[in-house]
């Protein structure tokens, strides 16, 4: 076993023997279809936090010649596969984690020899008996012990893009290294599998396109890699069921990711709800129901993209903040952290880095964008909140966000019409009241704070029709339910007699033991004014 090559299976083993641990052994299934074959480039885009490494190991354990397979899969959805046995244990591995390399070596000059001589001098130690011809060239020395021994190599590289995210303005240090992997990798007959993991796919760093060679699998497109992208709701299900959480506060918390899965053979294209893995160990192991993102990234992160000075950034975050969807062009970004040249480029850029969920409305790249979920939605809020300067209007309205729920709550009927009409000053630029949908988009962002006590439920099904909102109470904060009907250009007193009349209290069944709050909102489009009716309603 070495560091580079064939670093053997202890990091699988360790992955098993976690408090959570979730089978994604199929993916192996999926690259043995393209072993040694002209599609055996494969580069996984996906953001942190969604187990790239943990994948890479698993994929080094399966093709490593010095693991017994056999036993370190047992009992394991690869293990049932018919090609299981075919490719098991039958190559050189060299697994490099690129971040490693970099920390160690600023200069990619430097970089790049230090992996040659790092990896080349494990292969002459295990290989003693080899003629090699320059053991300073990589390339040269793999393809040595290829033409000596027959042997072919599975070649993984975790964190590939950390050269380009840190130069992202130097761009002949972008391209050595870039043709660094070109001539190690490419129409290299000793390549059996190439598997590079990344947050940015590769193609496009400005006109070189070295690495053409790779299939990106993105969250843009994620081709067949959705089901492995992060953690299904299937899998979501089943580990609620294990630890007994509550499965509706996790799926809010966390659901939000659409992966887009092509059909087979004419099938329809299906949809996989995908879910942050390292948010949802987080809550289900500690039973804690909040933003686990922190832990690995700050708000900062996001911060610096979306106060960019391009036109019409501004409204568009704005309108994800308040739970619209917004329109994308992702065809014009080139992948290049150093190179953002319009509003599209920064929301195409945020769906990369895990901030947006994306869903294709056109196959050339546009789409729409939309804040994936409630954890996601408070490092958008944060982030707001740390740059009021750039959003007055919408940063004040975040921050009374906890006076005008308690105001909700306690049936301050004048302070909740307020509260609302200061969120719509917030937003005024970009959203117009037009009919209800526009006035919920506003609600959304004056609720803000409800968030941390409730589930909100848009739509809610319930009586006779679809509640505007209702607001379920967390397990964990119990209180009451509320409910809330809105009517552009009619009054409080119509929402709040309809919210009855269609019995959309029904959605709160057997959810919300603190009682209810009934709540009806209207705007007056004419005199420009908010009012609102609230009835509170004791535990039955």
């Given at each position: ?58 994929v080094c354990a399966y093709y490593d ?196 899965l092509p059909g087979v053979r004419g ?66 970004y080139t992948n290049d952290l150093g ?202």
């Amino acid at each position: 076993m070495g560091i580079y090559l064939n670093p053997g299976a202890k990091a699988l083993q360790q992955a098993r023997k976690s408090e959570i641990y979730v089978d994604k052994s199929g993916l192996i299934a999926r690259l043995n279809r393209i072993v040694d074959a002209r599609e055996r480039f494969i580069c996984v885009s996906r953001p942190r936090r969604f187990g790239k490494t943990m994948a890479a190991d698993m994929v080094c354990a399966y093709y490593d010649r010095t693991v017994d397979g056999a036993a370190e899969f047992e009992g394991l959805e690869i293990a049932k596969d018919p090609s299981f046995d075919a490719n098991r244990n039958c190559y050189d591995v060299i697994h490099v984690n690129m971040v490693d390399f970099l920390a160690a070596e600023k200069d990619v000059d430097k970089l790049i020899g230090r992996l040659q001589s790092r990896v080349a001098r494990e292969l002459a130690r295990v290989y003693p008996d080899l003629l090699f011809r320059d053991l300073s060239r990589l390339p040269d020395t793999m393809a040595d012990v290829y033409t000596q021994t027959g042997v072919q190599f599975v070649v993984v590289i975790d964190e590939w893009d950390c050269v380009m995210r840190e130069k992202t303005t130097d761009e002949d240090s972008q391209r050595w290294y870039l043709d660094f992997l070109r001539t190690l990798l490419k129409d290299r007959s000793y390549v059996a599998l190439a598997y590079m993991t990344g947050i940015l796919p590769v193609k496009k760093y400005g006109a070189h396109s070295a690495l053409n060679m790779f299939t990106e699998l993105s969250m843009l497109r994620p081709l067949w890699m959705a089901p492995y992208t992060g953690f299904t709701e299937a899998e979501v299900r089943s580990l609620c069921k294990e630890w007994d959480r509550n499965f509706a506060e996790v799926q809010d918390w966390y659901d939000g990711y659409r992966l887009s899965l092509p059909g087979v053979r004419g099938q329809a294209q299906q949809v996989v709800r995908t879910y942050a893995p390292h948010s949802v160990v987080m809550a289900v192991s500690s039973g804690e129901m909040g933003s686990w993102w922190n832990q690995t990234e700050t708000f900062d992160a996001l911060r610096r993209y979306i106060v960019m000075d391009f036109d019409g950034l501004r409204d568009k975050v704005t309108r994800l903040v308040a739970g619209e969807r917004v329109s994308v062009n992702t065809g014009m970004y080139t992948n290049d952290l150093g190179n953002l040249a319009s509003a599209d480029d920064v929301l195409t850029l945020l769906v990369h880095l895990g901030y947006l969920g994306f869903e294709m409305t056109d196959p050339v790249g546009i789409g729409d964008v939309f804040v994936s979920n409630r954890e996601v939605a408070a490092e958008f809020a944060n982030s707001v909140l740390a740059s009021p300067g750039r959003w007055t209007g919408l940063a004040r309205s975040l921050a009374d966000s906890k006076d005008l729920v308690e105001a909700l709550l306690t049936g301050d009927a004048d302070a909740v019409a307020e509260g609302v009409a200061r969120a719509h000053e917030g937003v005024a630029s970009v959203i117009t009241y037009n009919n209800e949908a526009d006035l919920a988009a506003t609600l959304r962002v004056a609720l803000y704070a409800a968030s941390s006590r409730f589930r909100l439920v848009r739509e809610a099904p319930a009586g006779k029709g679809f509640a505007d909102l209702a607001m379920v109470p967390l397990a964990s904060s119990p209180g009451p339910g509320v409910v809330v009907e809105l009517k552009v250009d009619g009054t409080a007193d119509e929402a709040l007699a309809q919210i009855h009349e269609r019995n959309y209290a029904q959605a709160l069944d057997g959810l919300a033991t603190g009682g209810l709050v009934l709540c009806g909102i209207a705007y007056d489009s004419r005199a420009k004014t908010h009012t609102c009716r609230i009835e509170l309603q004791d535990p039955a």
